[in-house]
């Protein structure tokens, strides 16, 4: 066992004494916060940088260079200055609801506006819950006002992001009441409301009252709004107008579409209309190519006919023409023909004639008797011959044709 002795023990506590001091007489400051330093005499002093300080046995309050006002509808992964679910709004037709969002805000880099905001709010906790979140809410909800929770479902979800930024940075808008007219759902009746609506400068911007923010130097340099959530009554409020704009929208459509078929169906029967009527033009059209075509084949067949009719006559004269010459060569002939047989005959007596017709005379007289048995078969006692007879015959036609021919056999001189 090792035993202290009395000097060791004063050396200990000698040392222990120093640190003490060293601690109490200095401080670190870390990256990413400032100090306020309050010295034993009440000056106030605030480091900024990182890295040591006098601190004197004074008092300290270390704040963050950035506060975060996390109101999603998830946990932060890191450590928020202020982690929430949500800021609760009411909108100008007295729906509620829930907006989801981010936000970050940067405190004062000059010591005297520091000073400022620590001699109001003493802590960062208190900058963040009495200043940073009350500020944030406030411009949510008056934003809100501003606007029906049905525009801020629909149609103002960027209008309602950029509203709610510049009311938290720059002050609340100045605002004046505004009477309308409009319709109460839930009597049908037309009633006048007083709302809440923007003031503008003669600029054409808002006109903002004094922000709490820029009086303590703090400066929003992100903001974001992710997500809302409406109450149950306002959700089924906005799907039944819904329905109801859509059934109007669907109407509007069938009508317009109802018109455009009238339309439509007016335009086709003019179109069939037309087209039946130039159908009708154009078998006309036909008809009539048709008859004057009828027309000149009929002219031109007429025209071929009193051709061919004028031919045939021209060709009958022709041959009436060829028939007179006919006949006139042929009684020419006849009497050519007669006159010179008549010079022949009358030259020789027509002897060619006459011994022709001789010749054929006497060639039927010799068949004839050729024919016949002039000497008998059987003669009994003394009878006259046969061949005497039939020459007696013979030269009794001939001389009897020579008569009839008045055929001179005698050649003259």
Do not use: C
């Not at 075509?293 to 051709?307: G, L, P, S, T």
């Not at 050519?336 to 030259?347: F, L």
């Not at 039927?364 to 009994?380: G, L, N």
């Amino acid at each position: 066992m090792i035993k202290s002795s009395p000097k060791s023990i004063a050396i200990v506590l000698i040392l222990a004494g120093i640190l003490a001091v060293l601690f109490m007489a200095f401080g670190i400051n870390n990256a990413g916060h400032r100090t306020v330093v309050q010295y034993p005499t009440g000056t106030l002093y605030v480091k900024f940088s990182p890295g040591i300080y006098p601190q004197w046995f004074g008092t300290t309050e270390i704040y963050n260079d950035v506060i975060t006002f996390d109101y999603d509808k998830t946990a932060a992964e890191v450590d928020s200055s202020i982690d929430q679910v949500g800021i609760s709004v009411r909108y100008q037709d007295g729906g509620t609801g829930t907006v989801y969002g981010k936000a970050r805000f940067t405190l004062p880099n000059d010591e005297e506006t520091m000073l400022h905001l620590h001699k109001a709010f003493r802590s960062n906790r208190g900058v963040s819950q009495k200043l940073i979140k009350s500020v944030t809410e406030e411009g949510m909800n008056l934003t809100a006002g501003l606007m029906s929770s049905e525009e801020a479902y629909a149609e103002k979800r960027s209008i309602y992001t950029q509203w709610s930024s510049q009311q938290i940075s720059k002050g609340k808008f100045q605002t004046k009441l505004e009477r309308i007219k409009t319709v109460d759902e839930s009597t049908g009746k037309t009633v006048t409301k007083n709302i809440p609506v923007i003031s503008f400068g003669k600029d054409g911007l808002p006109i903002h009252l004094n922000s709490d923010l820029s009086n303590y130097g703090i400066d929003v340099n992100g903001f974001q709004i992710t997500d809302w959530d409406f109450e149950p009554k306002t959700l089924q409020q906005i799907a039944t107008k819904r329905e109801a704009t859509m059934a109007i929208i669907t109407a509007k459509a069938n009508a317009e579409r109802a018109k455009q078929d009238a339309i439509t169906s007016e335009e086709q029967g003019k179109a069939n209309v037309m087209t039946a009527k130039y159908e009708k033009e154009v078998v006309k059209e036909q008809a009539i190519v048709d008859a004057q075509r009828e027309k000149q084949v009929a002219v031109i067949n007429a025209e071929k006919n009193v051709e061919v009719a004028r031919q045939i006559k021209l060709v009958a004269e022709q041959k009436k023409l060829a028939a007179a010459e006919y006949k006139q060569e042929q009684i020419l002939r006849g009497e050519g023909d007669g006159a010179y047989k008549r010079i022949v005959m009358e030259a020789d007596g027509a002897l060619a004639q006459k011994l022709a017709t001789y010749e054929r005379v006497m060639e039927r007289f010799a068949a004839a008797i050729e024919k016949q048995k002039w000497v008998p078969e059987v003669q009994m006692g003394n009878a006259t011959s046969g061949g005497d007879s039939a020459m007696t015959l013979i030269e009794m036609m001939g001389v009897k044709a020579a008569k009839d021919l008045a055929l001179d056999m005698n050649i003259k001189k």
